[in-house]
C-alpha cells in the first residue's frame, strides 16, 4: 500500500514525498524520514522496506503532534527527550493498532 501524500494534523496540512531535490537528499541522507515544519513537509528516504516506511511515516506524524503542542516550543525538549520519546513509542503504538483492529475502528469513528 502507498503512503498517504498529505497528513492533517490539527490545521496544518504536510505533504509526505521522496526528496526531489539535492537539497533534501542531503537533509535525509542519515535518516528513514524527517519533517521540514516551514515548508510543512515530510520526507521519507527511498531505500526502505514497507514495514520501515509505515514506521517511518507514523514517527514522523508523531512528531507532527508534538509541535502542534506546547512541548513543540520547547527547545530544551525537543533535545533532550523528544526523538527518544518518538522512537520508543512509534512501534508500540503501531503494534497495538495493528494488534487491534476494534480500537483503530472504534478510535477513527
Not at 512501534?91 to 472504534?106: F, G, Q, S, T
Amino acid at each position: 500500500m502507498a503512503f498517504p501524500r498529505k497528513v492533517k494534523v490539527l490545521n496544518t496540512t504536510y505533504t509526505v514525498s521522496w526528496p526531489e531535490t539535492p537539497e533534501e537528499e542531503a537533509f535525509i541522507e542519515t535518516s528513514w524520514g524527517k519533517t521540514q515544519f516551514p515548508t510543512q513537509r515530510i520526507l521519507l528516504h527511498r531505500k526502505q522496506l514497507d514495514d520501515q516506511l509505515c514506521e517511518s511515516v507514523l514517527h514522523e506524524v508523531i512528531h507532527t503532534c508534538l509541535f502542534q503542542t506546547t512541548l513543540g516550543t520547547d527547545q530544551e525538549f525537543a533535545d533532550k527527550y523528544e526523538e527518544q520519546l518518538v522512537y520508543s513509542l512509534t512501534p508500540i503504538l503501531l503494534r497495538v493498532l495493528r494488534d487491534n483492529p476494534k480500537l483503530a475502528e472504534y478510535l477513527l469513528s
